[in-house]
């Protein structure tokens, strides 16, 4: 076997990270609150056993940790790195360096986004030409906040002078996606900035990008679910929406039948699987949504709402991200012949929290 699978369904998860969180990566007084944060949510959405500890979570991950987890602890295929640019941590969070360690490890193994804060003008567009020179990265990754000194500013995606600039030069370096954190808010600031409607002029004014909405199904539903049904360059990522279907799954019927109800079955090719590993562990929702999750039958007879059956699955698992980036992913799988992972028996998988190391 050169690939692990799940039932030979190939599966990419669109965001792992590789936090830094130790207090000497603390940029500003906006670091610590958000680390807390993320790690509570983890915590208020981990399945049984696999908690990680305060220990395992505050520090400074290795990319192999986060690596061998997601290949070893679960049957995740390939994933995608984000290089993240939150100005409260001094490496950003999820450090370019990692990213092109991953790369050169495991190159075919793991795809990369570039990160910029788009508030720094100029030196924005310089750092996402440095990175893509770096990384030849499938995407970039954006938040809508900066955290630059010691205050937070907001920036929104349908702005001409801060935005565009921007997704004029990703699409001039040949990059197909823009992947945007929504929905949820990182710490005590404004909302506003983490609505979806500023999206709607971006994918208008680039039909050539497609627009990736990071947290798609955690809040804005009826916004987001009427972007798919208008904008076939519109894709929403499920990142730590994936966890619900392990531990809250009612919820998870309640995201994922809003975001489908507008645009029906065609919805379902612009649903992607991501689950923030290491914050999440990927095996829970991964094996609950696999082999377990349907719509109630009465959702799908009385709202008139298309089954999530296992073809629409495999979309959402592999299909769809090949088909948003126009990478050939199959191929990606049978080049990682002869690397680390391939041969794994998912029958045995490692054990949740087993693979990291000195840490326990």
Same mark, same amino acid.
């Given at each position: 076997?050169?690939? @692990?699978?799940? *039932? ?18 603390? !940029? ?31 520090? *400074? ?60 003008? $100029? !030196? @924005?567009? !310089?750092?996402?030409?440095? $990175? ?50 929504? @929905? ?30 990071? #947290?798609?199904?955690?809040? +804005? ?9 208008? +904008? ?19 919820? +998870?019927? #309640? ?10 079955? !065609? ?54 991200? @090949? ?38």
């Amino acid at each position: 076997m050169e690939s @692990a699978m799940i *039932d030979g369904a190939p599966v990419i998860d669109a965001v792992i990270h590789a936090y830094n969180m130790v207090p000497t990566n603390y !940029a500003n007084r906006f670091a610590k609150p958000l680390a807390d944060l993320v790690y509570h949510s983890g915590l208020g959405l981990a399945s049984p056993g696999y908690v990680s500890t305060p220990a395992q979570f505050y520090r *400074d991950w290795p990319i192999e940790d986060v690596v061998n987890q997601v290949f070893l602890e679960s049957e995740t295929d390939l994933a995608v790195y984000h290089v993240l640019p939150i100005g409260s941590f001094h490496d950003g969070l999820c450090s370019l360096a990692k990213a092109v360690e991953a790369q050169q490890r495991w190159p075919n193994r793991v795809l990369t986004y570039c990160g910029v804060d788009p508030l720094l003008g $100029q !030196a @924005a567009i !310089a750092e996402l030409e440095r $990175q893509v020179d770096i990384l030849r990265p499938v995407g970039l990754k954006l938040y809508p906040n900066s955290w630059v000194g010691n205050e937070i500013s907001g920036w929104k995606m349908d702005n001409p002078e801060v935005a565009f600039p921007l997704f004029e030069r990703a699409q001039q370096l040949g990059l197909k996606v823009i992947a945007i954190h929504k @929905a949820l808010p990182l710490g005590p600031v404004p909302m506003e900035h983490y609505k979806v409607d500023d999206i709607d002029r971006a994918a208008m004014a680039f039909p050539g990008l497609n627009f990736e909405i990071v #947290h798609g199904g955690m809040a +804005f539903l009826e916004e987001t679910a009427w972007q798919l049904a208008r +904008f076939p360059n519109v894709y929403v990522n499920l990142e730590i929406t994936s966890a619900l279907v392990a531990t809250r799954p009612l919820a +998870f019927v #309640h995201a994922l039948a809003a975001l489908v109800g507008p645009g029906g079955p !065609a919805a379902f090719d612009r649903i992607l699987w991501g689950t923030g590993a290491m914050a999440f562990h990927p095996h829970p929702p991964l094996e609950s949504f696999w082999r377990t999750f349907e719509f109630p039958a009465e959702l799908v007879e009385e709202a008139g709402l298309p089954q999530v059956t296992l073809e629409v699955k495999r979309k959402i698992l592999f299909d769809n991200y @090949a088909r948003m980036t126009g990478i050939d992913l199959q191929a990606r799988l049978a080049d990682c012949r002869g690397d680390v992972f391939s041969g794994r028996d998912i029958t045995r998988l490692a054990k949740p929290l087993s693979t990291l190391r000195g840490v326990s």
